[in-house]
Every structure is written in structure tokens, then in C-alpha cells.
């Protein structure tokens, strides 16, 4: 009988908000129902109200985005960008034959190619072995005219657990947003923990 891993992170809500990818999720039926109460909890009390429009607008966006790999179990968005550039980390799970960080780094340059300027073994997790990668990779920018090539980069964080892989990552073309993210992906990675999930009855 295979056994289910299910994994739990500690996130500070103060700073990261969850952005569904399908509705109903939560209490919300629906999307902009959900970007709504979002852009008047954020402005609550800052005198900035006026602009719950522009934000609600702005979430709503970010919402229907796709991801930038396909196959994403989950994102986040920075709350204290929220109303400038938008900082938006995803969550990737798949299973793995790596059992080295060896082994993670061909996962290093998933979906985006370029070369590894830089990696490290991160010691002290829940995973049985973890790296941290950061990236830099040439591509077509699809959204400007003439689709111009542009260098963009990628701090990345991926473990293995029990032949599963958890990559979690943030893209950006600026090395200083790249650089203050780096280390709340760090501690994100860190906070991970796994338990076996319980059998079910048709298991039994």
C-alpha cells in the first residue's frame, strides 16, 4: 500500500497571502468575491482605501495568471509590495528518483534553462536532502512587442522527502528583488514539516 506524505508550512500571514488557483476555495465562491474582501482587509486603516478598486483589480489579475511552469500546487503573494511589483513565489510537488543534492540540481533549471550561478546544501530541514540554487537564464519576453530576449533570474529551494520533491521559487529579472527574496524562500523551505497521511477505509 502506498503511503501518502502530506506536508504543513509556516507562513506569516503578515507578509504572505495565499492566491487561489480555483473557486470556490475557502469561504469564497468566487474569484472576485475573493479580491474584494482581500483589497479592503489590505487597506484597512492605511488612509489608502480610495484604491480597494485598483487593487481588487490588480489581485484579480494575479489570480488568473498562470503559473510560470506548469503544474503548480500553490503561490503566494508578498504583502508589503502589494500595490507595486508584484512578488509572487510558487510551490512545485512531483516525485523523484533524486536522492543527492547532486541528484536536485538537474531539477535547478526546471522550466527556464540557463546555467546555476550559485548553490548550497541547506542543512537542518525536514527533507532528507535540500539545496538552495539560484539561477540565470535568457528568454523570449512574450508580453513586449517584437517578443525581445530578456535575462532573467531564479532563486530556488528544492528538497526531496520520501521520493517526493518540493520546489518552491521566485522569478524576476531585478537581482536586488531576487536577493531580498531569497532568504524568506529560505525560511519558508525551512518551515516545512511531513507526516504519513492516515489510511483510508478503502485502505483498511
Do not use: C, K
Request: hydrophobic share 45%.
Amino acid at each position: 500500500m502506498a503511503v501518502e506524505l502530506q506536508y504543513q508550512m509556516a507562513l506569516d500571514g503578515r507578509r504572505w497571502i495565499p492566491i487561489p488557483f480555483t473557486f470556490p476555495w475557502s469561504e469564497f465562491a468566487t474569484a472576485e468575491e475573493w479580491a474584494s474582501t482581500l483589497a479592503s482587509d489590505l487597506l484597512a486603516g492605511t488612509g489608502a482605501e480610495s484604491t480597494a478598486d485598483a487593487l481588487t483589480q490588480e489581485a484579480l489579475t494575479l489570480q488568473a495568471a498562470p503559473p510560470p511552469i506548469p503544474g503548480a500546487q500553490e503561490r503566494f503573494w508578498r504583502t508589503e509590495y502589494v500595490g507595486g511589483y508584484p512578488i509572487i513565489i510558487h510551490l512545485y510537488i512531483d516525485e523523484t528518483w533524486a536522492t543527492t543534492a547532486e541528484d536536485l540540481l538537474q531539477y535547478a533549471r526546471l522550466g527556464i534553462g540557463g546555467f546555476v550561478q550559485t548553490w548550497s546544501i541547506v542543512e537542518g530541514t525536514a527533507f532528507d536532502v535540500a539545496v538552495n540554487v539560484a539561477v540565470s537564464a535568457e528568454i523570449e519576453d512574450v508580453t513586449r512587442e517584437g517578443s525581445p530576449v530578456m535575462t532573467i533570474g531564479a532563486v530556488r529551494s528544492i528538497g526531496v522527502r520520501d521520493g517526493l520533491l518540493f520546489l518552491i521559487d521566485y522569478l524576476d529579472e531585478d537581482p536586488v528583488r531576487l536577493e531580498a527574496v531569497q532568504p524568506e524562500l529560505e525560511e519558508i523551505f525551512r518551515s516545512f514539516r511531513f507526516r504519513a497521511a492516515p489510511p483510508s477505509a478503502a485502505d483498511a
